[in-house]
T-cell receptor, first 115, second 117 residues
Framework: GAGVSQSPSNKVTEKGKDVELRCDPISGHTALYWYRQSLGQGLEFLIY????????KSGLPSDRFSAERTGGSVSTLTIQRTQQEDSAVYLC?????????????FGPGTRLTVT | AQSVSQHNHHVILSEAASLELGCNYSYGGTVNLFWYVQYPGQHLQLLLKYFSGDPLVKGIKGFEAEFIKSKFSFNLRKPSVQWSDTAEYFC???????????????FGKGTKLSVIP
């Protein structure tokens, strides 16, 4: 079946602009996660959704970052007033339900470059 | 908060050599442990996981890992590597039964493995 999909695959934006990154989880997966992979920092957790609610937003690095999920499916990560340090690969993952023992399936990521 | 250390940034091996990649975590309580692999141009895939039970877990493609609680370690091993194992390997941990934060994975910085034919 289809895996996690993300769009766009690459995004180049100018410093100060807003960007939206989209994630389509595997059908039927109720839990959705956003991570960021950057040079020097490795993979960092950003936020997790169970259904449409986000019980854990502890990884969002600043109030410029926000995310929403509608219909228990697609999620959008929005970065306002982008900065160069936001350049990274943004990864989305989903799992069958939010449980300690459910495997997270990762998408291919969106490579964001802020110039 | 928990953290994960991977000792080697880049490992270079010849085909048929044995592999051991180190992973240590810092958390005194119960953890779930994972190894993920990212092949060139592909997305992260789960290699193996440990939740409880036998501390020696076997994963896909001949990989295995051993959980040693007293050493806070979860090292990845493979007796004989192939060129196709060239990839980046990430160790990760989550802390179950800890509320809303239970589900986030904390990753190590990754180890690049290059296998020379």
């Amino acid at each position: 079946g289809a895996g996690v999909s993300q769009s766009p695959s690459n995004k180049v934006t100018e410093k100060g602009k807003d960007v939206e990154l989209r994630c389509d989880p595997i059908s039927g997966h109720t839990a959705l996660y956003w991570y960021r992979q950057s040079l020097g920092q490795g993979l960092e957790f950003l936020i997790y959704f169970q259904g449409n609610s986000a019980p854990d937003k502890s990884g969002l690095p600043s109030d410029r970052f926000s995310a929403e999920r509608t219909g228990g499916s697609v999620s959008t990560l929005t970065i306002q007033r982008t900065q160069q340090e936001d350049s990274a690969v943004y990864l989305c993952a989903s799992s069958l339900k939010s449980s300690d023992s459910y495997e997270q399936y990762f998408g291919p990521g969106t490579r964001l470059t802020v110039t | 908060a928990q953290s994960v250390s991977q000792h080697n940034h880049h490992v270079i091996l010849s085909e048929a050599a044995s592999l051991e990649l180190g992973c240590n975590y810092s958390y005194g309580g119960t953890v779930n442990l994972f190894w993920y692999v990212q092949y060139p141009g592909q997305h992260l895939q789960l290699l193996l996981k440990y939740f409880s039970g036998d501390p020696l877990v076997k994963g896909i493609k001949g990989f295995e890992a051993e959980f040693i609680k007293s050493k806070f370690s979860f090292n990845l091993r493979k007796p004989s590597v192939q060129w196709s194992d060239t990839a980046e390997y990430f160790c990760a941990v989550n802390v179950p039964y800890s509320g809303a934060g239970s589900y986030q994975l904390t990753f190590g910085k990754g180890t690049k493995l290059s296998v020379i034919p």
